[in-house]
């Protein structure tokens, strides 16, 4: 039983994304890393999240995959946040919802445009979407080729996975990941909030034009950076997750050099 904490956070913040109305049913999962141990922690597959309990958490092996802790099977999409985990060292947590808004834009099959400065408090840029797998992809290890072609995504230099903490799977839906289980929690809240907003701005104004690029960079790095100056400092204590509003949704996360150089160009794309 040496992962207790990890156990407990992670528990903590599949509770959250129930409880904010981001994954009804048993329609999402969250997950975190302890990269000094080499784990992770994972829901159970198809567990309630009122039944939940700390001691189901799963964890695994980070390199192998392999179940080091826990009785129950692990979430169906573990290979994914395994995929994500290798693939993105900088990151603690995992999140991936069903939330209405933001699958209603990855079913549509559309990235999320910035349209406004609460879009860009939270993610650099537009909301990126992945291609479509291929029918090989399905049949042949169709959670890790999900996280693969999100991996695919960041890497073909649409976006750096730091600034821009989500993206919509198409077809399927969002996923967003931060420093740890309580960041990624709140990133998935933001990104349903954004979706939200967005799909109401362009169904009153379809040519609603993107966030010039001047304030997109004055909302995101007046919060993430070595420039920022909104909030608290760090020292100061951190909330539980059973303690996070629907507000709380702000966190500091670096910016990177690759992220400022991004263009509205970019942005547009």
């Known amino acids: 039983m040496a992962h207790e904490l990890l156990k407990q956070q992670v528990w903590e913040a599949n509770r959250l994304i129930a409880a904010w109305g981001l994954a009804p049913l048993t329609w999402g999962n969250a997950s975190g890393a302890d990269r000094a141990a080499g784990v992770m922690a994972i829901k159970p597959s198809g567990a309630d999240y009122e039944q939940l309990r ?74 990126p979407l992945t291609r479509q797998l291929t029918e090989r992809e399905i049949s042949e290890a169709y959670e890790e080729h999900t996280g693969r072609v999100i991996v695919e995504r960041f890497h073909s230099g649409a976006a750096d996975p730091v600034a ?30 954004v979706a939200r907003m967005t799909l109401h701005t362009m169904a009153l104004n379809p040519l609603a034009p993107s966030l010039p690029q001047v304030l997109l ?49 970019d942005e547009e794309q």
């Open 54 to 127: 700390p001691e189901d958490i799963v964890v695994l092996s980070l390199v192998a995959g392999e179940v080091v802790e826990g009785a129950l099977k692990p979430s169906s999409d573990t290979p994914t946040h395994l995929v994500l985990y290798r693939a993105f060292e900088g990151i603690g947590g995992i999140v991936h919802t069903h939330s209405t808004h933001a699958t209603a834009w990855a079913q549509a099959c559309r990235e999320i445009p910035c349209l406004g400065t609460t879009h860009a408090d939270h993610f650099y840029g537009s909301v």
């Open 164 to 193: 821009v903490p989500g993206v919509l799977v198409a077809g399927h839906g969002p996923f967003t990941w931060g420093k740890n289980t309580q960041d990624a929690a709140r990133n998935a809240f933001a990104l349903e909030q």
């Open 217 to 265: 960079d004055k909302h995101y790095l007046r919060k993430h950076g070595d420039t920022a100056y909104y909030g608290q400092a760090d020292s100061l204590p951190q909330k539980s997750a059973n303690d996070i509003h629907h507000r709380d949704t702000e966190t500091r996360k670096p910016v990177s050099e690759y992220a400022i150089r991004r263009t509205t160009t």
